[in-house]
């Protein structure tokens, strides 16, 4: 399993992760191809933040190996890392953070890979922010800000899209519109979207589907 | 990008930035100026000293005689007489010897017994008419000529003493006979006349106007020491107030003024050695402002580390979402650095301007006691001001950089 099936997006196998003091956290290979959509769900407690930083190549698991668009993660060469993540990795945030001195059209442009203007003015138009350019981050509305950071996350086009509890915090109605949009840009863009929540009501709407086991013993070091 | 994400933290946060470029502007303004006015005062006193070797002049105070004498800063030290000074004028070791008579004041401005060699050692050029040839003929600086209006042709009447309401020599008119270009040095104050001039308003009126102190008529009738010397027999003993002196060997330099000041009751008077001791004298109050500049300086550094180790403390998810981004460590340690060196270049501008400004200040206000119009033009050195702020600044954001580069980004996007 740690030979990477060359057309995924991102292949994980046999990744573990121990906190220092705090049990093992075991996780469940995970296989993405372009376009396709994941939901992880699992109670608070269960590992799906650790997770998903370890995805992101933020925190290197005790064991397994992660690949992202055919490279594989090596952690001793941080530069490179930063540079694969930078390039194929968007992460979408449950509580969006900007930079906060500069504008909603800067934080867009902010990535080294970030797209030409005109087409992230086109994104910024089909997501519906492109009169809010001009705005900084602690002028917008939450659902602006939410808005804004689906945005970033496809700034560089990203044949992967990580989605950290995008619903938790909105009603039903916001919930689904949250998540029309995230489905509809991730297919836009042909990038696969692994959605990690403890959000029962996604269950109905995206078919593929893993849940975390729920480890007692991990209750103990909750990372939510 | 960084540099973009560095200059909006600089002037998104308008307080921080303006204490931390004020406190810098303080220090630069006050480090340059230094740098200017020493620089431009010692180039200027090295300008007017034009190659004088030594200073002849009556007993009294050395720096007195240099400034009076080299300078026309200070009241000369007294008279000495020409009978006294000619042997030492003729010697063999002296290349050149220009003596210096001095003897009333137009508007102001000195009216100097001289000869033309005096001009072309200050390097003047005649704007219009001609060199004086005969006494009581007087060739205008370009300052005076400017402030006076005086023009070839014109008569003026010289006054006895420096302020304008002293007596007037109603009966010795002099007749301007030239205007000298502008010189950029002593020349352009001063109203040029042979010596013989002097002599003539002088000479031939024994005046007592009790004004001793002024040394310009300590004449002492009678008391000549060399009646062999009887060149001009039938006028009193003639007086001239220094001799500027460019000898053929540097040695001599050394040897003379010691002939000098233990034979006769003159003094002969390095003015290179004065200056510099003028300058080792005001240098006491010159480094008493460096240890100032110096100080705000220090100060400033240390307000932009805690202004910047402030902002990576609390702008810790920033700097995560950098690194999620797509940056690098070493970018993220350059953001700061960034920030210092861009919070560096501010204050040095208006640390520059402000010197400039202060120098203005210093021009208008001290013009006509210094005698010296400082240029406000970059000075070569002020590179260094530059360099030595941005080091500074650099400096400071160095453990604030270490700390962005090494900010847990797990745990600041767990927030």
Redesign the interface.
Known sequence: MSNTIPSAVLSASQLSYQYRGGTLLSFPDLHLDPGEVLLVLGPSGCGK?TLL?LL?G??PPRTGSIALAGQSYNYTQ??VL??I???N?G?V?QQP??????TAW?NL?????AQSKEELLELAQQIGIAHLLKKYPQEMSAGELQRLGIARALA?RPGLILADEPTSALDRRHCLAVLERLQTHARQYNAALLIVTHDDRLMTAIPQQITLDYQPAAAQNQ?? | ?IT??AW??V???PLTTILCVLLITFGTSITSLLLLVNQQMEQKFANDLAGTDLVLGAKGSPLQLVLSAVYHLDAPTGNISLAEAAPYLESPLVKQAIPLAYGDTYAGYRILGTTADFLDKYGGTLASGRVFTEPMEVVVGAEVAQQTGLKVGDTLLGAHGETADADVHADHPYTVVGIVGHAGNALDRLLLTPVASVWEVHGEHAHEHGDEEQGEHAHEHGDEEHPEHEAHANEPEEEITAVLLTLHSKRSVLTLPRVINQNTRMQAVLPALEINRLFYLLGIGTDALRLLGGGIMLVASISIFMALLDRMRE?K??L???????????QLFLLPVIEAGLLALLGYVFGLLLSRAMLWWVNFRAAADFKLIFSQTWQGNEVFVLLGTIALAVMAALFPAWRAMRVD??AA??R
């Open positions: 933040t930083h992101a933020l925190l941080p530069a930063d540079q993540r930078g390039r990795l992460i945030y953070h900007f930079i906060d001195t500069l800067q442009r902010l990535s080294p890979f560089h990372q939510v | 990008m973009r994400v909006a933290s002037t998104r946060r702008r998810h920033e995560a979402i950098l690194r999620v981004t797509g940056y690098s460590r070493f980004v797990v996007l767990r």
